[in-house]
């Protein structure tokens, strides 16, 4: 979690349209995922930096409203059925996961990969419609609704590159906090992806989410509507080595991205 998170979180900005209670209700509720299903107070305290006296009140008061689930025999919390229900509302409106998702299934048949569209939510991308080949079901497992870093991922540097000069340079400016001393790093290979997004429409990752895993991404930019999102590619250097990334799977990813943002045109 960045330091402009937690200082939200602990209502120490100084910004007055911010709800204090309702941002430390939220935190807590993302701090849940499909690896942390169950979570205890404690655990919920330590990973929002909130003081744990705070958090079983607010835990409490969650699940009275049925966003969180308490098991006494565990004494933990997962997240309830009233929180789906929001997750449902965010989706039916995204006309894009139907546009997109025939071709997205294809590309992964084709590739032997898994083809993802996600979005940016703070450092995090979150994958919206995830498509997978017969291989990948068994050797890349990623799910809707997971969750992965913008910074590390061909899927983030290439949204990165699609936002805003002043919103991607808030982002950036989060992530130099976050990351500290791997910052400079990171931040050549960003701004690399960036040049690389500008030049030819894609990005490349080697290697970084998993050590045999590479990745290319476009950006997807919405028809009259504030989202960046990213479609993305990703499987086991077997399938997809640099060569074909380069003269093959990316390109196909622009003319995909270019195909559903004129779909879309079509309908608003």
């Known amino acids: 979690m960045d330091a402009n998170s937690r200082n939200e979180i602990a209502g120490t900005t100084k910004d007055r349209n911010l709800v204090t209670a309702v941002s430390r209700g939220l935190s ?11 979570l205890g107070n404690s655990e919920i305290a330590e990973r929002t930096v909130l003081p744990k006296p705070t958090v079983s009140r607010l835990t409490d008061t ?7 689930h308490h098991s006494p025999r565990r004494r933990q919390y997962r997240l309830g059925v009233a929180v789906l229900t929001l997750g ?6 995204l006309d894009v996961r139907k546009v997109a998702r025939p071709a997205m299934q294809a590309l992964a048949d084709s590739c032997n990969a898994l083809v993802a569209l996600g979005e940016r939510e703070r450092l995090d991308m979150i994958h919206l419609e995830t498509c997978h080949s017969n ?11 997971s969750r992965a870093r913008v910074a590390t991922t061909a899927f983030g540097r290439a949204l990165l590159a699609a936002l805003p000069r002043d919103e991607r340079e808030l982002v950036l400016e989060q992530m130099r906090q976050h990351y500290r001393e791997h910052w400079p790093k990171l931040e050549r290979e960003i701004y690399q992806a960036i040049r690389d997004v500008n030049r030819q429409g894609f990005c490349i990752v080697m290697g970084l989410w998993q050590p045999d895993i590479n990745a290319v991404a476009v950006p997807l930019v919405l028809p009259n509507r504030s989202e960046v ?34 779909e879309l045109s079509r309908h608003t």
């Open 28 to 38: 807590i509720l993302s701090v849940f995922s499909p690896r942390d299903v169950w």
């Open 62 to 68: 969650l699940s009275r409203l049925g966003y969180l």
């Open 88 to 93: 449902y509302a965010v989706l039916g409106d």
């Open 135 to 145: 291989s990948t079901m068994l050797t890349l497992r990623v799910d809707s609704g």
């Open 229 to 262: 999102m990213s479609i993305g590619c990703a499987g086991s250097s077997r399938y997809l080595p640099r060569r074909r990334l380069e003269t093959e799977v990316g390109p196909r990813l622009v003319e995909l991205s270019h195909r559903i943002t004129a």
